[in-house]
Nanobody
Framework: VQLQASGGGLVQAGGSLRLSCRAS????????VGWFRQPPGKEREFVAA????????YYADSEKGRFTISRDVARNTVYLQMNSLKPEDTAVYYC??????????????????WGQGTQVTVSS
């Protein structure tokens, strides 16, 4: 399966972006799709995840209320709506697919397919 992340760009602080993650080769059925980000010089960190079956969502504490993850079953696509963006949100954002148990959705090691990343830059 190949994951294609898109939607990144340059935005001013307080602005919004919507990232998309589309799968090709197979569907997300039975999987969990997560968004991670890697700020410059830092490790990759969990942002949000959604279980394809049922749609349960999970968020990192710092993103709750600002970011919304959703899925479009017909388009086999997961979205990350990011509002009230801050300069510290600047990072390369990656989508990933895996089958983690609920308590492991935040672990990078739980995901075995990764997209190529899309750059998000928030200017102050």
């Amino acid at each position: 399966v190949q994951l294609q992340a898109s939607g990144g760009g340059l935005v001013q602080a307080g602005g919004s972006l919507r990232l998309s993650c589309r799968a090709s080769g197979r569907t997300f059925s039975g999987r969990t799709v997560g968004w991670f980000r890697q700020p410059p010089g830092k490790e990759r960190e969990f942002v949000a995840a959604v279980k394809w079956s049922g749609g349960s969502t999970y968020y990192a504490d710092s993103e709750k209320g600002r970011f919304t993850i959703s899925r479009d079953v017909a388009r086999n696509t997961v979205y990350l709506q990011m509002n009230s963006l801050k300069p510290e949100d600047t990072a390369v954002y990656y989508c990933a697919s895996g089958s983690p148990i609920t308590t492991s959705v935040e672990r990078r090691q739980s995901y075995n397919y990764w997209g190529q990343g899309t750059q998000v830059t928030v200017s102050s």
